[in-house]
């Protein structure tokens, strides 16, 4: 397992586990139909590798890759029946680098990008409603928004040298979007759940001199959230 994924498991995984154990000593609770819920929480989004080759003017094989970041989560549930569920994902902006690869890879970053990602799913919960563990996969569509595109000084030595500042602009999108993940009933009120999302992604850096990237980021999400039943 690289850094990377070991820091997801110290963020996220553990204190699920943690949940898990405690929820070992209480007793199970439904979330039936017409229950609402709450759950707050964080994720770590990780797009997949790099981008396509840049348009001319620019070095063969030269590439671009974003890096994966952290953010707070606010998921809103309805159950619509006892084993239907919808959600809405919402929460703040994901910060992520924009960094050299390809011929690009000894430039270090080139930018940094914010993304919204408001995602809307429909879940199926398998298990007995009174479970205590309640696995579940579900289907949405999410809605990538980038904004704050801010390019490095790099950036501008690379693609307009002596010349000013390069800005670029990532497309927004919207893609299917896959989940699995299991809640755990804490109490009657509370639980906690774990979500892998994986999103089919594709869209487009377009820079202030006029080169294109074509980029299949394809995101994979993992978020836990404590959440509560209404």
Same mark, same amino acid.
């Given at each position: 397992?690289?850094?990377?994924?070991?820091?997801?498991?110290?963020?996220?995984?553990?204190?699920?586990?943690?949940?898990?154990?405690?929820?070992?000593?209480?007793?199970?609770?439904?979330?039936?139909?017409?229950?609402?819920?709450?759950?707050?929480?964080?994720?770590?989004?990780?797009?997949?590798?790099?981008?396509?080759?840049?348009?001319?003017?620019?070095?063969?094989?030269?590439?671009?890759?974003?890096?994966?970041?952290?953010?707070?989560?606010?998921?809103?549930?309805? $159950?619509?029946?006892?084993?239907?569920?919808?959600?809405?994902?919402?929460?703040?902006?994901?910060?992520?680098?924009?960094?050299?690869?390809?011929?690009?890879?000894?430039?270090?970053?080139?930018?940094?990008?914010?993304?919204?990602?408001?995602?809307? $799913?429909?879940?199926?919960?398998?298990?007995?409603?009174?479970?205590?563990?309640?696995?579940?996969?579900?289907?949405?569509?999410?809605?990538?928004?980038?904004?704050?595109?801010?390019?490095?000084?790099?950036?501008?030595?690379?693609?307009?040298?002596?010349?000013?500042?390069?800005?670029?602009?990532?497309?927004?999108?919207?893609?299917?979007?896959?989940?699995?993940?299991?809640?755990?009933?804490?109490?009657?009120?509370?639980?906690?759940?774990?979500?892998?999302?994986? $999103?089919?992604?594709?869209?487009?850096?377009?820079?202030?001199?006029?080169?294109?990237?074509?980029?299949?980021?394809?995101?994979?999400?993992?978020?836990?959230?404590?959440?509560?039943?209404?």
């Amino acid at each position: 397992m690289n850094q990377r994924w070991n820091h997801v498991v110290t963020l996220f995984v553990t204190p699920l586990m943690a949940a898990c154990a405690i929820a070992m000593a209480a007793n199970a609770s439904a979330q039936g139909a017409g229950q609402f819920t709450v759950k707050v929480g964080a994720g770590n989004m990780s797009p997949k590798g790099d981008s396509g080759d840049m348009s001319a003017p620019a070095l063969p094989g030269s590439k671009v890759a974003l890096g994966s970041g952290t953010a707070p989560v606010l998921i809103v549930g309805y $159950s619509l029946t006892d084993n239907i569920s919808a959600e809405l994902d919402l929460g703040l902006p994901y910060k992520l680098k924009l960094n050299g690869a390809g011929a690009l890879a000894g430039s270090g970053q080139l930018g940094t990008v914010e993304l919204l990602r408001p995602s809307a $799913s429909i879940q199926y919960r398998f298990m007995p409603l009174a479970s205590m563990m309640r696995p579940f996969v579900g289907l949405g569509v999410t809605y990538a928004r980038f904004q704050k595109e801010t390019g490095s000084g790099t950036l501008t030595a690379l693609l307009n040298t002596g010349g000013p500042a390069t800005t670029f602009a990532i497309g927004a999108k919207a893609a299917a979007t896959l989940q699995a993940g299991v809640a755990v009933n804490v109490d009657p009120r509370w639980f906690a759940d774990l979500t892998v999302t994986k $999103s089919t992604l594709r869209t487009q850096i377009q820079y202030s001199t006029g080169q294109t990237h074509r980029m299949r980021l394809d995101p994979l999400a993992v978020i836990v959230a404590v959440g509560y039943k209404f």
